[in-house]
C-alpha cells in the first residue's frame, strides 16, 4: 500500500491551518493488515475488530495524563504511546498549544513537525478551533526491532469546525471514519517518540 505525509491526512480530517488548500486526501481508506511476527520474542499484538462506536480520545483541556504503559519498552508500550499522543494531538488542537507535541515528536518527523506549524499558524492568526477531534478505534503494533516498532493505528474524526477571532467559520469539515495509518515510534530514554506518521492510502 501506499503511504502519504500525515498533514495530508491530518489536514484533511482536521484542518488545523487555515487559509491555502491543502492537496486532498482519501476520505475512506481500506482495511489495513497486520504485520507479522518478527524472530523476537516479544510477540505480535492480535487486532480484535475494530468497535461500531469508537470512543473518543478525550481529554480535559491542558490536562494529557500519560498512562504508565506508555513507556514500557514492549510492542503494547508503543500502542500505548501512540494512544497518549493522539490525546496530546487533541489537546494540541483544542488549546493552541504544540509545547508537549514538540517534545514528542522527532525534529525528523516531518509530517508532525508540519502539522504542527499548522496549529501555530491557526494560533498567529488568533483563530480557533469550536469543535473536533482524532477518534481512536484501534491501535496495535508488531514485536520490536531494536528498540523501534512501527504502530498501525486505525483512527476517525468528529466534526471539525475552525473560526477566526471573530467567529466567522473559517473551515467546517464532516465526521470521518475507516482512517489507517502507521507511526514509527523509537526509544529515546526511558519513553518513545514518534518518529514517522504516514497514512495507508489505497493503490491507484
Known sequence: MKRAPLLLVLMSVLAAGCGGAVGSAPTVLPP???PGPSSSTDATVGLPPPSSTPVASAVAAGVVPKPAEADAATSEGAAAFVRYYINVINDAIQRNDVSLLSTLSAPECGGCQNYIKSVQDLAAQHGHVDRGGIVVTNAVAPALQGG???VLLNFGSTE??????????????????GL???LSCERRGTTWVIKSFDAIVPPT
Not at 169 to 176: D, E, H, I, Q
Open 32 to 34: 489495513a493488515s497486520v
Open 160 to 177: 471539525y469546525v475552525a473560526r477566526s477571532s471573530k467567529g466567522d467559520v473559517l473551515t467546517r469539515l464532516a465526521a470521518n471514519a
Open 180 to 182: 489507517v495509518a502507521e
Open 148 to 150: 523501534s516498532t512501527v
